[in-house]
């Protein structure tokens, strides 16, 4: 489904962070990508989603080359595949956990049936992330855990086919971490939504199917 070829990423400074680095992720599977502090697990993660160039090499997405993308084709394309969730989560501290997950949807305009339909899903989502006990609060009532939850519906909402997630468990402990890995698993599984997830936590990519580890700039 998403292709890199032979990418290569230099930082002025830092020399070359990813070298000729090759990755494969196929419709519906679970890659963890390990690499200690630095060692380009975020550039990657950047890369594939459009949000950074690499300096030479080859993006396929389902088929179609897509490092010729401008700017706002390269917005359609995180907006109608990809999902994010990072360290962080990036709510809006003046809405409601449900504004916050309705968001996305402002990127383009639905119909009032359209919208209907998008609420029944996430009210779906909701359930399955186990907050939906939460969605009339803001995010200054809930724990860092369940707003990091918050996040993974809102990555949901446009039914992406491949979800990136940067260190999603990183300001997380353990328990809510372990519980943010078995979601994101159980949503992998259920929806067949693929799975890209660079972590330095060895807990964390012991949970997808797949594993391998950013050295020296390649994947091994
Ligand atoms: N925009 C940038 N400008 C200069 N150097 C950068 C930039 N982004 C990342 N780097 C450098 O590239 C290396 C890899 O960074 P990063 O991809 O964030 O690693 P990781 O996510 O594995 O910690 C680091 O040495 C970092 O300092
Ligand atoms: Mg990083």
Partial sequence: MLILENISKSYAGRGKVLDELNLHIEKGESLAVTGPSGSGKSTLLNIAGLMDRPDSGK?????????????SEAAEYR???????????????????????MLP??????????????????????????????????????????????TLVRALVNRPSLLLADEPTGSLDQKNANLLGRLLREINEEYGIALLVVTHSEDLASMMRNHLRLSEGKLV
């Fill in 105 to 150: 949807l402002l990127a383009s305009p639905l119909s009032d049936d359209d919208y209907g339909i998008k609420e029944k899903y996430v009210d779906i989502l909701l359930d399955k992330i186990r907050i939906t006990n939460l969605k009339d609060k803001f995010p200054f009532q809930i724990s860092g855990g369940e707003a990091q939850r918050v």
């Fill in 79 to 101: 907006n109608r595949n990809i999902g994010f969730v990072f360290q962080d989560h990036l709510l809006l501290n003046h809405l409601t956990v449900k504004e916050n997950i």
């Fill in 59 to 71: 993006i396929k997405f389902q088929g179609n080359s897509i490092l010729g993308y401008d700017s």
